[in-house]
């Protein structure tokens, strides 16, 4: 064999023996969290998150959640957009800190494989967002049972647009947050 075929034959092992990992079945645990570090549930559906929080231009704090449903996906299967009231910087944030359904507010929800060019609005139900921990670099949040339902849409199709009977989506566990900043050598700036 050539060096090229070789070198294809190697790299096709790698690929198929890293994808048999990734694949297995018996992950999960109690409480949704999963042995490979899976700790935010979406709709009662575990996933591995990439979370940034950053200032909002009215004044709140911008939650952005990007959930996978495998760590070797290689891009969101849901994205979650969060405003949070009643703090305007990370730097005000203290463990221990709750935010109460009524300070907080959902923007967007929605599976990335479909294109939503319209406007949605929804209703917080009930639940908390609780700050467990915080650093210049992270911010660690548990969500406790955030209930809410599609208030307005411009579309009148999709996954939660059911006018008589409107889906309750939840979301519940922890998601790291960090800056989502990065300086030319791709390390992670702290927060402002």
């Not at 294109?115 to 915080?134: D, F, M, N």
């Amino acid at each position: 064999m050539d060096k090229i075929t070789k070198k294809f034959t190697l790299f096709a092992l790698i690929v198929a023996a890293l994808s048999f990992t990734a694949c297995g079945g018996d992950d999960e645990i109690e409480g949704g969290e999963n042995r490979n570090g899976a700790t935010l549930k979406i709709d009662e559906k575990a996933y591995y998150v990439d979370a940034s929080i950053q200032k909002s231009y009215w004044g709140g704090l911008y939650l952005f959640i990007y959930a996978r449903e495998s760590r070797v996906n290689f891009g969101p299967d849901m994205k979650l957009e969060i405003s949070l009231s009643g703090c305007s910087s990370v730097s005000e944030l203290k463990a221990g800190q709750s935010f109460d359904f009524e300070d907080v507010s959902v923007d967007n929800i929605e599976n990335v494989s479909v294109v939503a060019l319209y406007e949605k609005s929804y209703e917080t139900l009930s639940g908390s967002i609780t700050v467990l921990s915080v650093d210049k670099y992270r911010v660690k949040l548990k969500f406790n049972e955030l209930k809410f339902k599609l208030d307005f849409s411009s579309n009148i199709f999709g996954d939660d647009y059911e006018p008589t009977n409107p889906k309750i989506h939840s979301v519940d566990g922890t998601a790291t947050f960090t800056s989502g900043k990065f300086d030319r050598d791709g390390n992670e700036l702290p927060f402002d």
